[in-house]
T-cell receptor, first 115, second 115 residues
Framework: DTGVSQDPRHKITKRGQNVTFRCDPI?????LYWYRQTLGQGPEFLTY????????KSRLLSDRFSAERPKGSFSTLEIQRTEQGDSAMYLC?????????????FGPGTRLLVL | AQKITQTQPGMFVQEKEAVTLDCTYD???????LFWYKQPSSGEMIFLIY??????QNATEGRYSLNFQKARKSANLVISASQLGDSAMYFC????????????FGQGTTLQVKP
């Protein structure tokens, strides 16, 4: 197992452009999470999937943000009309509900810079 | 509301010595899970150790141990025999009550190991 992967690792975009990030979780994990981390802060929860169903979204997730997890496998996070305040590290994590601890394992993150 | 507090923004430790990183938490739920993650400058969140609220013994994983004091609501991470590679940001997190399993993170502590 290669762990959680994310693509791209870095993204620089101009304000107003749309961006899409991809996350591939650990294959047997049914739970998938997106977090956002700004400089010097801990990660903050954005949204959660159980299999293909998006079961919770944070109020941090404005209408410009949308996430999907088709077929309960990989997930995408899209930001439309990016703003400078969207600059952050976007972290994806996965876990298995079947395991007692339900430890979340994180990917390497996508660093977004909006100019 | 659940909350994690890490009061040490930065810590220094001499190589080969032990260091304790503080974490206090607040929750009214009797069942909860506490996690420590390491985040090197590369950005990836690396799982270190887990403590469940009903666990009778303090968790240990190699050079990492968790000093769990339930009555004081503290879950301090102890790193023994510090190595230069331990220099990183360390986050304490709590799994939030409810069905999602999302994590609430503290502000983090930057640890620098001196040779």
């Amino acid at each position: 197992d290669t762990g959680v992967s994310q693509d791209p690792r870095h993204k620089i975009t101009k304000r107003g452009q749309n961006v899409t990030f991809r996350c591939d979780p650990i294959s047997e994990h049914n739970r998938l999470y997106w977090y956002r981390q700004t400089l010097g802060q801990g990660p903050e929860f954005l949204t959660y999937f159980q299999n293909e169903a998006q079961l919770e979204k944070s109020r941090l997730l404005s209408d410009r943000f949308s996430a999907e997890r088709p077929k309960g496998s990989f997930s995408t996070l899209e930001i439309q009309r990016t703003e400078q305040g969207d600059s952050a590290m976007y972290l994806c994590a996965s876990s298995s509900q079947r395991l007692n601890q339900e430890t979340q394992y994180f990917g390497p993150g996508t660093r977004l810079l909006v100019l | 509301a659940q909350k994690i507090t890490q009061t040490q923004p930065g810590m220094f430790v001499q190589e080969k010595e032990a260091v304790t990183l503080d974490c206090t938490y607040d929750t009214s739920d009797p069942s909860y899970g506490l996690f420590w993650y390491k985040q090197p400058s590369s950005g990836e969140m690396i799982f270190l150790i887990y403590q469940g609220s009903y666990d009778q013994q303090n968790a240990t994983e190699g050079r990492y141990s968790l000093n769990f004091q339930k009555a004081r609501k503290s879950a301090n991470l102890v790193i023994s025999a510090s190595q230069l590679g331990d220099s990183a940001m360390y986050f304490c997190a709590m799994r939030e009550t409810g069905n999602t399993g999302k994590l609430i993170f503290g502000q983090g502590t930057t640890l620098q190991v001196k040779p």
